[in-house]
């Protein structure tokens, strides 16, 4: 199980920001920005490279709900959404993530 499987089953300590049946969301623990929330999936997918057909329904709807977050969290003023996809990227946790930076 990945860490951020762990997180998301609340079997380690987050400070969640958003939750549904799909998707989870939290505070980054080492904030690049002063708003910084990863979004991640429940289900387990490895990176960018890992969404399939399959699968992307998922992403969509972490896309449904990146403005409902960034609202809640008033990055009225605009925010970046970013994925780190595998070495040359700089990636460090194996489940796919959104970050959302702001403030
Ligand atoms: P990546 O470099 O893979 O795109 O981003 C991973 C992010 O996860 C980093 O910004 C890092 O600070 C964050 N992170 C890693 N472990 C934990 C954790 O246990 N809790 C939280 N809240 N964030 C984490």
Redesign the pocket.
């Known amino acids: 199980m990945s ?2 499987s762990k ?1 998301a089953a609340g079997e ?1 300590p ?2 969640k920001v958003y939750s549904d049946e799909k998707v989870y969301a ?7 920005a002063p708003t ?1 929330i ?1 979004v991640i999936p429940k289900a387990h997918i490895p990176s960018v490279d890992g969404i399939t057909a399959e699968n992307s329904a998922v992403v969509a709807h972490i896309f449904e709900v990146i403005p409902t977050i960034a609202a809640a969290e008033n990055l009225t003023n605009g925010y970046r959404v ?3 996809c595998g070495q040359d ?6 489940h796919l ?1 959104f ?1 959302i930076l702001g403030g």
């Open positions: 860490i951020f997180i380690i987050s400070e939290f505070k980054d623990i080492n904030p690049q910084h990863l970013v994925s780190n990227a700089g990636q460090t946790v194996h993530h970050h």
